[in-house]
């Protein structure tokens, strides 16, 4: 699944996109667990644009790692519009990368401690200049593979988008 063709022709225009703009990139990720930090790092560019990733799989490794609210993953829980932003700031704000994006997620097989669906994705793009998009997706039990193979992307796109908006850092 990683190595499928448009995921890889998506982080390579991810990837093109950051040079031509002069943006550099971090992930954070629960459902996807590091696959879409690979997919980029396979691009290239990826080592002068790919900060690294955040893998944050539970509620306590959002918390410490990311700086997630305890309290905001107990009231919604942890696949929710609110806690995919909370990974992409948190994952900016401890990184040097000019733009973050986040995957929270139940890829199954079955739901989450909270009671989410499988297929339930939420994600989040954020950058340096405040910005932040967001997007939530109900693939549905359509399994593990399908549904992150969605969600990056989704996310990817959505990532593209976000850095199309604004003015490159650097003259291309």
């Known amino acids: 699944m990683s190595g499928s063709s448009d995921l890889i022709a998506l982080a390579e225009r991810v990837l093109k996109t950051a040079r031509r703009k002069g943006f550099t990139l971090v992930t954070a990720e629960s459902c996807t667990a590091g696959q879409l930090a690979k997919i980029l790092s396979e691009a290239p560019g990826a080592a002068e644009h790919l900060h690294g990733g955040f893998v944050t799989y539970t509620k306590d490794q959002k918390t410490k790692a990311l700086g997630v609210s305890a309290g905001l ?50 994600a989040a793009v954020a950058s340096e200049t405040g910005e932040t998009l967001h997007f939530e997706r109900r693939y549905g039990n359509i399994g593990r593979e399908a549904v992150c193979a969605h969600a990056m992307r989704d996310a990817l796109a959505e990532l593209i988008d976000a850095m199309e908006r604004v003015k490159p850092r650097v003259s291309a």
């Open 73 to 122: 993953l107990r009231a919604k829980g942890a696949v929710c519009r609110d806690v995919a932003i909370a990974m992409a700031q948190g994952a900016l704000v401890r990184s040097p990368a000019q733009y973050a994006v986040a995957i929270t997620g139940v890829a199954g097989p079955d739901p989450d401690e909270d009671n989410n669906p499988v297929g339930l994705v939420c």
